[in-house]
């Protein structure tokens, strides 16, 4: 009986009702590793089976009571992983029948038996009661971890629930914290651009126009969220380099400047990108102020950059800055209105912006964007110093705090020209009169008319 251990030992009951039968198997299996077993009695061999996980059953097949048939079938019903063999000394068909049909039975022996053949039988069997008996083990193991692996997965899903629940509220206390940063940053935005509107007057204040103007493009060219929101914050602030300036050249044309105070000009986008790169959400606003005075054929500055090197944010921004500041009065020593001033974005296509863009924007403008401050048809903008005697106000001229200094149809003299001059000058304001053109004709070729001045977008 190899391949088995102490411990695999099989469970053998032998149940007859003759004394003399059990001994004799006694004898004949004692040198068998087999845990055995006997029982006198049909109800005697139940008993033992209640308390004994019993692997093969050897029975009689004619006792008092209780006949060996009706026990292995009472067995097959309760125990069936249990082999059950008949013994019998007066093989009768219905009997044979009943064993086979009810009991299942795994062997016939008949009495006299041979001892060669009851152990090879029983050897046999043995080895198919230890196979049966493993795969019940294994069924048993494989049932016990497959509750234990449900219970690891209902904790674990447990656990991802209790993560996932974590993790979420983890992400909303980012976002909300996210939100509350980018508000802070949008917040300092406004501040940074309220310092210089507080020192320009509201027709000198070109941020908001100049953010709507990109804003519109970038949406209209499909440019990503985050892309508009840097591009947006860097209209807000292309004027912050020039928070150092003195009121003087807040208010001069940037056409105007000579030597150092065009140094001074050439070096506030740089100054503005100083400014904010210490704030990281603003770092790539910051870049694209630097650049937006570049030029598309490599004379702007600071970098000198040409073509597609420029950004395409600070070229964009470039386009947006001069068509909004030429209609205020802040590159040439005039206003220009919105046709003359998208012909200027026209005509130096190629030279200062990028010809593509440029297309794009005056079409984008000419379809969507509305006239800053247009003039009436015969109506020409002039600083003081272009104002002569005879000259006919066609708008009410007022200081930055509304202060009414001329009025409409006013006819002007050198006199109140003069005072306007002085009054510009202590109240540190610039100011624009609308001009009758008719009238500025009459009082000679030194008056200004729509044409006078060259675009210094090609100078700036």
């Known amino acids: 009986m190899s391949g088995f251990t102490v411990n695999d030992q099989i469970c053998v009951l032998i149940v007859d009702d003759e004394v003399n039968v059990i001994n004799a198997f006694k004898r004949m299996l004692r040198e068998e590793p087999y845990q055995l077993l006997t029982a006198q009695s049909g109800a005697d061999a139940l008993a033992l089976m209640e308390t004994n996980e019993v692997d093969m059953l050897v029975s009689d097949a004619r006792m008092p009571h209780m006949d060996g048939a009706t026990l292995l079938a009472k067995v097959q019903k309760r125990w069936p992983r249990c082999l059950r063999i008949l013994l019998t000394g007066y093989p009768e068909m219905d ?41 019940a083990r294994l069924t048993r193991l494989i049932q016990a971890r497959n509750r234990k692996l449900s219970e690891l997965n209902q904790q674990l899903e447990l656990s991802v629930v209790k993560r996932t629940n974590a993790l979420r509220k983890a992400i909303q206390l980012r976002d909300k914290a996210y939100k509350k940063l980018e508000k802070s940053y949008l917040n300092s935005t406004e501040v940074f651009a309220a310092l210089i509107n507080q020192r320009l007057p509201k027709s000198r204040q070109t941020n908001d126009k100049v953010s709507a103007l990109v804003k519109a493009y970038a949406e209209e060219a499909g440019w990503d969220a985050p892309r508009i929101n840097d591009m947006t914050m860097a209209a807000a602030l292309y004027n912050l380099g020039k928070v150092t300036w003195t009121d003087e050249h807040l208010m001069t044309p940037s056409d105007t400047f000579r030597g150092k105070d065009r140094d001074k000009y050439r070096d506030y986008p740089e100054l503005g990108e100083s400014l904010l790169m210490s704030l990281e959400p ?89 006239d800053l401050e247009p003039l009436p048809e015969g109506v020409i903008s002039c600083r003081l110093k272009q104002l002569k005697a005879g000259m ?10 509304g202060f009414l200094l001329v009025n409409e149809g006013t006819t002007l003299t050198p006199a109140m020209i003069e005072k306007l001059m002085v009054f510009e000058r202590t109240r540190k304001e610039q100011y624009q009169v609308h001009i009758d053109v008719s009238s500025a004709d009459k009082v000679g070729p030194d008056a200004p008319d729509k044409e006078q001045g060259e675009s210094s977008a090609e100078a700036s």
């Not at 044979?96 to 060669?116: M, T, V």
């Not at 006919?392 to 007022?398: A, E």
């Open 392 to 401: 006919l106000v066609k708008r009410n001229l007022l200081t930055d705090t």
């Open 95 to 135: 009997a044979l029948i009943k064993s086979i049909n009810e009991g299942h039975l795994y062997r016939f022996l008949q009495k006299p038996w041979d001892d060669d053949e009851v152990r090879l039988v029983l050897r046999q069997a043995s080895r198919l009661a230890f196979a049966e008996r493993e795969r």
């Open 282 to 370: 603003l770092q790539r606003a910051a870049i694209i102020i630097r650049h937006h005075q570049e030029r598309w054929d490599g004379r702007g500055f600071p970098g000198q950059l040409e073509g597609r090197a420029i950004p395409e944010e600070s070229r964009l921004l470039k386009l947006a800055v001069d068509y909004i500041e030429l209609q205020r009065g802040m590159i040439l020593d005039r206003m220009m209105n919105r046709d003359d001033a998208l012909e200027s974005l026209a005509i130096y296509a190629e030279r200062v912006y990028d010809p593509d863009m440029s297309a794009r924007f005056i079409e984008m403008v000419h379809d969507k964007a509305p």
